[in-house]
């Protein structure tokens, strides 16, 4: 079906990029890669941004739909199902899906496996099912969809997790135990602080908590989180030593909340 497969290894410092798929800001690495060859759905804006595709699933498709290569029934299950997934079944509410995506399913689903609600369905439960999150531990948590950025020379982690903040927390000890845990884990991976997003199936919900090891960048993370009226922040009791805050703003993920993370990194008036 392809003659190229394009894997990353981020530790390998001989690994040459040579083609980029992605549905998130474009951070300007691997300059290299140009042209056709760097395909990046996302446009940046002062409120986080605009995502012009949903999944990067939605690119790979579009990818092999334009060479004319048959569609094969498995492919296309796994393709559309991330597709699915990825865009919360294009919930309105969610304000989830693009064109691209909506265009991707409808190409995918005839040559699919199995139909789009039971394996939606299905995806769903696996996904929030409580039983598996209750196994995981606090560092399961924060490594479970654990993404590393850098901006202004100032490098944090953000984690997004499927269960409700005061349930992550309690999975740390509680208290300060898991204050403890995460201080380790921002020590661990060399960070100026710690981001938690967490969506919540039921509502559904989204929830946000930071964390800095510095109290004059703690104090001025919370104040500009407070400021930034896109994010229809509400607090929320979780621990003294964070910042913690329902985000009535399900519709932002990760991809939005970073922007605006770099956005306040790069009006400090001095580097951490």
């Known amino acids: 079906m392809c003659d190229l ?4 290894f981020h530790d390998l410092p001989f690994f040459v990029q040579t ?35 949903g999944s990067c699933c939605t690119l790979i498709a579009e990818e092999i ?12 299950t796994l393709l559309v199902a991330v597709i699915l997934l990825d865009n919360m ?37 696996e996904k929030y099912n409580p039983a598996n999150w209750a196994a995981f531990s606090f560092g399961n948590c924060l490594q479970y969809d654990y993404k590393q950025f850098e901006s202004a020379g100032v490098s944090y982690g953000c984690s997004s997790i ?5 349930s992550f927390w309690a999975a740390g000890g509680g208290g300060t135990s898991a204050l403890a845990l995460l201080e380790s884990h921002r020590v661990s991976q060399e960070l100026a602080f710690v981001v938690v997003q967490s969506m919540i199936h039921s509502g559904p919900r ?56 770099d956005a306040f990194l790069k009006q400090l008036p001095s580097p951490l």
Do not use: C
């Open 5 to 8: 497969l394009i894997l990353t």
């Open 19 to 53: 083609s980029i798929l992605d549905h998130h800001e474009d951070l300007g690495s691997h300059e290299q890669v140009t042209g056709s060859h760097r395909r990046i759905a996302f446009e940046k804006t002062e409120r986080g941004g605009n995502v012009l595709a």
């Open 65 to 76: 739909i334009a060479s004319g290569t048959a569609i094969d029934p498995l492919v296309a």
């Open 89 to 125: 079944n294009m919930d309105p509410k969610m304000k989830k899906g693009t064109p691209r995506d909506v265009a991707m399913v409808d190409a995918l689903l005839p040559h699919a496996l199995i139909e789009r609600t039971p394996l939606y369905d299905w995806l769903v439960l």
């Open 162 to 166: 499927l269960v409700d903040l005061p």
């Open 206 to 261: 989204r929830q946000l908590l930071v964390y800095a090891k510095d109290p004059d960048l703690h104090a001025a993370l919370k104040a500009h989180l407070d400021n930034v009226g896109v994010l229809q922040l509400a607090p929320l009791d979780v621990h003294s030593g964070v910042h913690a805050f329902e985000q009535h703003n399900v519709a932002l993920s990760r991809k939005q909340l970073v922007p605006l993370l």
